[in-house]
């Protein structure tokens, strides 16, 4: 089975904090994204990578940076927290090509106070 | 730009009735069209999925017929259990740069079915 995993399931940060989110899959997917989920907005992306060292911005990309050093691992940085990015973000990943199915992790709370 | 529109819930049902949730999209060329399921607490889960028109994805009774005239791909099951409470989100793939592909996803419908 394909696994996405993110390393934290609930966090608390301040705002102007620095925070990562972490995101690791098994399957040697090309592409890794990172959504987030907010009540009747449903997922919006805010950035993916289809290749080590790449990046392409998403919906809402403003607020965010992501690093992508390892081909299995894909972090979301918010260089300094506000209140309006408390959400539930979800990590993804894919293979390359039309068609083919996103998996995800099991998300992220994010609370910024 | 394109896009996914799905009903709007919450959608209320008892046990073993017939469920249909309605999706449209818009999209250049010819995308494939998914529904993912998230369970309370979870990340989202692949329920089905079509990638070219007139298939029909189906999966744990439900199904969905990609329909190329009426750019739907509408979500059914005959008989709904309780145990299929969540949202349900359809999502279409579409070409972003190259041969790379991004979801972008509906707004979510939540279903709750009661005993």
Request: aromatic fraction near 12%; hydrophobic fraction near 30%.
């Amino acid at each position: 089975d394909v696994k996405v995993t993110q390393s934290s399931r609930y966090l608390v940060k301040r705002t102007g904090e620095k925070v990562f989110l972490e995101c690791v899959q098994d399957m040697d997917h090309e592409n890794m994204f990172w959504y987030r989920q907010d009540p009747g907005l449903g997922l919006r992306l805010i950035y993916f990578s289809y290749d080590v060292k790449m990046k392409e911005k998403g919906d809402i990309p403003e607020g965010y940076s992501v690093s992508r050093e390892k081909k299995e691992r894909f972090s979301l940085i918010l260089e300094s927290a506000s209140t309006n990015q408390t959400s539930m973000y979800l990590c993804a990943s894919s293979l390359r090509g039309a068609g083919n199915t996103i998996y995800f992790g099991e998300g992220s709370w994010l609370t910024v106070v | 730009g394109d896009s996914v529109t799905q009903m709007e819930g919450p959608v209320t049902l008892s046990e073993e009735a017939f469920l249909t949730i309605n999706c449209t999209y818009t999209a250049t060329g010819y995308p494939s069209l998914f529904w993912y399921v998230q369970y309370p607490g979870e990340g989202l889960q692949l329920l089905l999925k079509a990638t070219k028109a007139d298939d029909k994805g189906s999966n744990k009774g439900f199904e969905a017929t990609y329909r190329k005239e009426t750019t739907s791909f509408h979500l059914e099951k005959g008989s709904v259990q309780v145990s299929d409470s969540a949202v349900y989100f359809c999502a279409l793939s579409t070409l972003s740069g190259g041969s790379n592909y991004k979801l972008t996803f509906g707004k979510g419908t939540l279903l709750t079915v009661n005993p």
